[in-house]
């Protein structure tokens, strides 16, 4: 059974810096995409960054660019966010979703797993 | 939102209802288009990929279709279970990211 297992939310001060993590079981970690969605209170479904089954490939939305990193540990079956110089804005549950085939950008792919998330709050 | 899709929705059980989300060339009219379900508090589910594919588990009471820089969810068969806020997704190659519509929240009357 796949499962993705989000932890590392929590509250921070405007700037501020957090790592989430995504544990991953049930399947061959490697051969999948995997990303990373958010939703702010209130508002909908934003995707946030996506990162290659080989992580040889990253890709990110223009309003996280230069703050986030994604990367992933395929010997540990675990994905990561680093989020650096948070906002207010940035507050939201951030999803961890597998896509199915091993490149972000793949035509026909999608989202077919997701995690529970894990809340991130950045407020003084 | 780079999908753009109506706030919301509404039906009574038994009803048919559809959900449309349009784009533009760079994403809808050139990638295909999935749609997610997503109860409050809970991991959003994937319902339809490829424009009309339903993964397995998925009942057929739900089905995609699209046309040029449009796509739409059909949802037959209203149950009060439907009562959730459908996302559709796709990829935009002018961004090179994923681009969600911003929701409709189905209510069942």
């Known amino acids: 059974e796949v499962q993705l297992l989000e932890s590392g939310g929590g509250m921070v001060q405007p700037g501020g810096s957090l790592r989430l993590s995504c544990d991953a079981s049930?399947?061959?970690?490697?051969?999948?995409?995997m990303t990373w969605v958010r939703q702010a209170p209130g508002k909908g479904l934003e995707w946030v960054s996506g990162?290659?089954?080989?992580?040889?490939?990253?890709h990110y939305a223009d309003f996280v660019k230069g703050r986030f990193t994604i990367s992933r540990d395929n010997s540990k079956n675990t994905l990561y966010l680093q989020m650096n110089s948070l906002r207010a804005e940035d507050t939201a549950v951030y999803y961890c979703?597998?896509?199915?085939?091993?490149?972000?950008?793949?035509?026909?792919?999608?989202?077919?797993?997701w995690g529970q998330g894990t809340l991130v709050t950045v407020s003084s | 939102s780079v999908l753009t899709q109506a706030p919301s929705a509404s039906g009574t059980p038994g009803q048919r209802v559809t959900i449309s989300c349009s784009g533009s060339?760079?994403?809808?009219?050139?990638?295909?288009v999935s749609w997610y379900r997503h109860f409050p508090g809970m991991a959003p589910k994937l319902l339809i990929y490829?424009?009309?594919q339903r993964p397995s588990g998925v009942p057929d009471r739900f089905s995609g279709s699209a046309s040029g820089t449009s796509t739409s969810l059909a949802i037959s068969g209203l149950q009060s279970e439907d009562e959730a806020t459908y996302y559709c997704?796709?990829?935009?190659?002018?961004?090179?990211?994923?681009?969600f519509g911003g929701g409709t929240k189905l209510t069942v009357l």
């Open positions: 049930g399947f061959t970690f490697t051969y999948f995409a």
């Open positions: 997704a796709a990829w935009d190659d002018t961004l090179n990211a994923w681009v």
């Open positions: 490829m424009n009309n």
């Open positions: 060339s760079s994403n809808i009219g050139s990638n295909t």
């Open positions: 990162i290659s089954g080989s992580a040889s490939s990253t």
């Open positions: 979703a597998r896509l199915l085939s091993a490149l972000v950008e793949t035509p026909g792919n999608r989202f077919d797993y």
